[in-house]
């Protein structure tokens, strides 16, 4: 172990992580939005609109998303549909992550209990009111662990877009160690470095669900 | 028809991550039982020490596992090639999660049920096998059809430190056909590879489902004819 090797690295590496946090940040937001915008028409009542959703998550949580990231970056250009390889690693991620979340939601929603509907209508609830002020705060309740899990994983899973180029962390340490072949000292820095984020974001959920269940809380 | 003409190379890759596949299955299940058995130790260092290691092998990406496994083993004067460093890697990983997935199924298993075997006087191995883990399978088999899955989809991983399986083949033909004939086939082959991944968890999660209710054949008997459980008909006197 050479800490001063890795000290030099260090600014490049920062650099490769500004990169990660960013396609994942990007991801995580899109893939929580079309998640819970998928989640909503696959519980609605219209049979098309539901069976392409179902169709859609399970495609692609039945195939790898390696796979998917080349047909997107690769597979795509070839049809005329092209796209830079930041935003290639951002779709392929954010549809990758879309399919989990809407999954996470859908069972979210399915946690809130039937009768709940009959106590919006006695209490005279629009649907909308019944949608926001009641459904939300139940099935956010029950979705929020699972979806954190897919946001932990949708950061973990940008590593991937390491093959197709996209300069983010790992594709820092492992062109570093085509030239100075550093592997004990590169790996194990961002091996750090993602344990340490991971740690963060796993903080940062249990904090919001702390925060979310205060109210059932024993006092 | 460009994937015809490859086919035979095609079925090779394929065959490839096939056995990928089930060598992964294999190392992971032998990992995560390992692990497992670890876990329910009652020394405070082992649990401690193997808890932590499976915290970083879930934390850590797959994909710099399988690098790291590719890059630094060497260095330790282990030489493994391609296939066998990224089965070692994806199973430790695949060996990390499955111990969680044990763990939950035996915990799943109510207290009572080891008394009774206690009181039985079963022991040990006895107790697992013919109690416990029964129990345990439905709550187990789920998630571990779908880890198997996703180690049927980390074998693709295995393409990027350079295992000649089916999405390896895949890139090679885009490369050679790019470069000779000009323009890029790269949406037909990997379009079909996505198909073929998916054939291929569809039928294994066929495959679980079928295991699943294996173990849960008694919780869903349809036959009408004998409202009373078989066994209980020659203890009860006519």
Redesign the interface.
């Known amino acids: 172990m050479d800490l001063d090797y890795i000290l030099g690295a260090l600014p490049d590496l920062m650099k490769g992580l500004k990169m990660t946090l960013m396609v994942s940040a990007l991801a995580i937001s899109l893939s929580l939005v079309l998640g819970a915008l998928g989640a909503a028409l696959r519980t609605s009542g219209h049979a098309l609109p539901r069976r392409l959703v179902i169709g859609y998550v399970?495609?692609i949580r039945?195939?790898?998303?390696?796979?998917?990231i080349?047909?997107i970056f690769?597979?795509?250009?070839?049809?005329g549909i092209r796209f830079s390889v930041f935003w290639s690693g951002v779709i392929a991620l954010t549809v990758w992550a879309t399919a989990f979340q809407i999954e996470n939601v859908r069972a979210g929603l399915a946690s809130v209990a039937p009768g709940i509907r009959d106590a919006s209508v006695a209490l005279g609830l629009k649907r909308w009111q019944h949608a926001i002020l009641v459904v939300l705060p139940i099935a956010a309740r029950a979705a929020l662990p699972p979806a954190m899990n897919t946001v932990v994983s949708t950061f973990?899973?940008?590593?991937?877009l390491?093959?197709i180029g996209l300069v983010e962390l790992?594709f820092v340490a492992?062109d570093r160690?085509a030239y100075d072949f550093r592997?004990?000292e590169m790996?194990a820095t961002?091996?750090v470095i993602?344990?340490f984020c991971?740690?963060v974001l796993a903080g940062l959920a249990k904090l919001v669900e702390h925060r979310l269940n205060r109210p059932f809380a024993e006092r | 028809m460009l994937l015809l003409e490859f086919r035979n190379f095609l079925l090779a890759g394929f065959a490839n991550t096939l056995l990928l596949a089930l060598v992964l299955t294999a190392g992971a299940t032998l990992c995560a039982v390992m692990f497992a058995a670890a876990l329910s130790t009652r020394s405070r260092v082992v649990t401690g020490c193997v808890y932590s290691l499976i915290e970083?092998l879930r934390?850590?990406?797959?994909?710099?596992t399988v690098?790291?496994a590719y890059?630094?083993l060497p260095?330790a004067g282990i030489s493994l090639n391609p296939f066998w460093s990224s089965a070692l890697s994806i199973s430790l990983w695949g060996g990390a999660n499955g111990a969680h997935i044990i763990r939950a199924g035996l915990a799943s298993v109510p207290k009572g049920q080891h008394e009774a075997a206690d009181a039985f006087g079963l022991r040990g191995w006895r107790k697992l096998m013919l109690v416990i883990l029964p129990q345990a399978m439905p709550v187990i088999i789920p998630p571990y059809v779908s880890l198997v899955?996703s180690l049927?989809?980390?074998s693709?991983?295995g393409?990027?430190v350079g295992v000649e399986e089916v999405?390896r083949a895949g890139?090679v033909i885009?490369e050679q056909t790019t470069l000779t004939r000009g323009?890029?086939?790269?949406?037909?082959?990997?379009?079909f590879?996505?198909v073929i991944?998916?054939v291929l968890?569809?039928l294994i999660s066929l495959v679980g489902r079928r295991c699943e209710q294996h173990f849960t054949r008694h919780l869903t008997r349809t036959d009408a004819a004998s409202p009373v459980p078989r066994g209980m008909t020659q203890v009860v006197p006519a």
């Open positions: 399970e495609f039945g195939t790898p998303l390696l796979v998917q080349f047909f690769f597979g795509l250009p070839s049809l973990k899973n940008s590593a991937y390491q093959t790992t492992v160690i592997a004990v790996f961002i091996c993602y344990l991971v740690f | 970083c934390d850590i990406p797959l994909m710099v690098l790291l890059f630094v260095k899955t049927v989809q980390a693709s991983l393409a990027v999405f890139q885009i323009g890029s086939p790269a949406y037909l082959v990997y379009g590879l996505l991944y998916f968890c569809w």
